[in-house]
């Protein structure tokens, strides 16, 4: 059981693109679903989260500019990014947390040129 990202890549300041997460197991519509970025040299660090319900949290240097959604039929989440600039190169990890469980998937790198 364990959430694996797509959809990292090299883009252009000013551009976007769109992570997802697939999780395998029946526990993902209950779970709360967070994608952290870990850029080199610096600490893991939230980007977004959002309960089973819907209700979305931002981190302060991501909004109005990154937008984390989920299709739980699909068992799968999202994270649209947009205008992204240089300092959002990172290894974005998505994970899953069901009540006291972590999963974390294995990273997707995002890397934006200037």
């Known amino acids: 059981v364990k959430p694996v990202e797509s959809g990292g890549g090299l883009v252009q300041a000013g551009g976007s693109l769109r992570l997802s997460c697939a999780f395998t197991g029946n526990i993902f519509s209950a779970a709360v679903m967070n994608w952290y970025r870990q850029a080199p040299g610096k600490q893991r660090e939230l980007v977004a989260s959002?309960?089973?319900?819907?209700?979305?949290n931002y981190a302060d240097f991501v909004k109005g500019r990154f937008t984390i959604s989920r299709d739980n039929p699909k068992n799968t989440g999202y994270l649209q990014m947009n205008s992204l600039s240089p300092e959002d190169t990172a290894v974005y990890y998505c994970?899953?947390?069901?009540?006291?469980?972590?999963?974390w998937g294995q990273g997707t790198q995002v890397t934006v040129s200037s």
């Open positions: 959002i309960t089973a319900g819907g209700k979305t």
């Open positions: 994970m899953v947390k069901w009540t006291f469980y972590e999963y």
